[in-house]
């Protein structure tokens, strides 16, 4: 009791949180700024066929390592870790600088991702630490406000560091963030650390990284390589088998990387069921929402991302709400309204036509968006308040291991089903104009000066064949809503304590 009573005393809360945020904003805002310099990048260093790599390789590195870093963060406690990840991800941001081709690129956004790893859910887990119960489900609100002012702040830094400095600083600018982060952290975060050997799981740990880098390589590549090849299958067959050494493994290690047990939890397994589903819902929406806003509403880009934007800030504003509402009405009322709010969002999606307008878009992205800051938030308290500290990391990590399953298993499956629907809309159409349409053809839709070009057949006919496409994609966004509420009713009534 007097070590507790000794740590809170030199636990700075407001700084550490402070130093968290940093933390946590510079992860959050390094998709949205590498998204906005990307054509710059590919301008400069070529390699346009590699393109989709550049974030497939850090999305990769970051799913394989989460885990293992939320483990090992329970064993020797969350600075250390912290701090390893967010090192490495300062030395891969460096790196990326000074790439020189698009291959140096992609392996140096490989070494980020594998610091990434350990940011957001270590960031998030020392909150659950430091706080309690009722603390703890208002802060997440502060958190989620990171990613609504990154996806804000990121495409708008990242556009005037390209067009009037250089794109290397987009990587560069991550430098002081980390380094103001390590200094709060080291100087207002103290743990408390049980000092005892440790059995460290490594043929765990290299069997997990095996199976989900055999996975994603399949979930990302399978489009290109073909879903039926030799080297899917083969990979397939290579996840399969180190899965279940995996499993075997984990129920005879003494400290294993992924502690079964937590699953057992009802309020746990359901949220990170939950995740999934809702982490192929958002991939969904962010991915194809521009295009639509674009190619058939024929709006700007600026336009188009404000679509997107709108999502940004209904999270964060849920999510405040959900802090209050954990405590008034509980995890249980709380999760099913945003589960509701994610089917009227979606339902605004499947009714979009040329016609609704980019506020109508707008409006679905933005309940959408106050569906995800509701159940997320009320997930991550209370999986971090039915576990002890020992298993409080890897709980954590868990859950937003899940949601990026869910994201990559989205962007194959529904970019799987656009493209076949597209295909087959246009095959059936190009027989009667006598000029034959493909799914490539669609980007012409995109630039306004192209697309003026065109005969307005085609045009009419490329539109209508989009429309039908994502109206097919939003339509399993939907059942995704659906089967994510109907997740939630699980959840136990019984708050916990």
Known sequence: ???????????????????????????????????????????????????????????????VTVL???????LFGRKPILFFGIIVFLIGSILCGFANSMK????????????????????????????TKEERAKIQGYLSSVW???AILGPAIGGLLVQYVNWHYVFWINIPLGILSIVGLMLFLHENVEKK???????????????????????????????????????????????????????????????????????????????????????????????????????TAIVAGFTLTAMSIGWPIASTIAGRMLISVGYRTT????????????????????????????????????????????????IQSTVSWQQRGIATASNMFMRNLGNTIGAALLGGILNAKLQSFLHVSSEHIGRKLTVDSTNLLLKANE?????????????????????????????????????????????LE
């Open 335 to 382: 999760s099913i309204i945003g589960g509701v709010a994610l089917i009227v969002g979606s339902i605004a999606f499947v009714t979009l036509s040329a016609d609704t307008g980019p506020i109508w878009a707008a409006l679905g992205s933005f309940l959408v968006g106050v569906g995800m800051g509701l159940t997320s938030t009320a997930f991550i308290v209370s």
């Open 104 to 131: 140096t690129l992609i392996i140096f956004r490989l070494i980020q991702g594998f610091g990434a790893g350990a940011v957001t859910p270590i960031a998030t887990t020392i909150v659950g630490d430091i706080y």
């Open 451 to 495: 697309r003026n070009k065109l005969p307005s057949t085609v045009v009419h006919i490329l539109q209508n064949g989009l429309t039908v496409s994502l109206h097919t994609v939003y339509f399993v966004v939907l059942l995704f809503a659906v089967i994510s509420l109907i997740m939630i009713l699980f959840i136990p009534k019984k708050e």
């Open 148 to 150: 609504g002012i990154s």
């Open 197 to 299: 050997q440790h059995q460290i799981d490594y043929l765990g740990a290299l069997l997990l990284t095996i199976s989900i880098s055999s996975l994603m390589y399949v979930l990302v590549e399978g489009g290109h390589i073909g879903w039926k090849s030799p080297v899917s299958i083969g990979l397939l067959f290579l996840f399969l088998i180190s899965l279940l050494l995996f499993i075997f493994q984990e129920s005879r290690a003494v400290e294993p990387v992924m502690p079964f047990f937590i699953w057992k939890e009802r309020s746990i397994f359901i949220a990170n069921v939950t995740s999934l589903t809702t982490g192929i819902m958002l991939i969904g929406l962010s991915t194809f929402l521009p295009t639509f806003v674009q190619g058939v509403m024929e709006q």
């Open 1 to 63: 009791m007097e070590e507790k009573a000794l740590q809170k005393k030199k636990t700075n809360k407001p700084l550490v949180l402070a130093s968290v945020m940093l933390a946590m904003f510079m992860g959050a805002v390094e998709a949205t700024i590498v998204s906005t310099a990307m054509p710059a990048i590919v301008a400069d260093l070529g390699g346009f066929t590699l393109y989709s790599w550049v974030f497939s390789s850090y999305l990769l590195m970051n799913s």
């Open 68 to 74: 293992i870093y939320g483990k090992l963060s329970d």
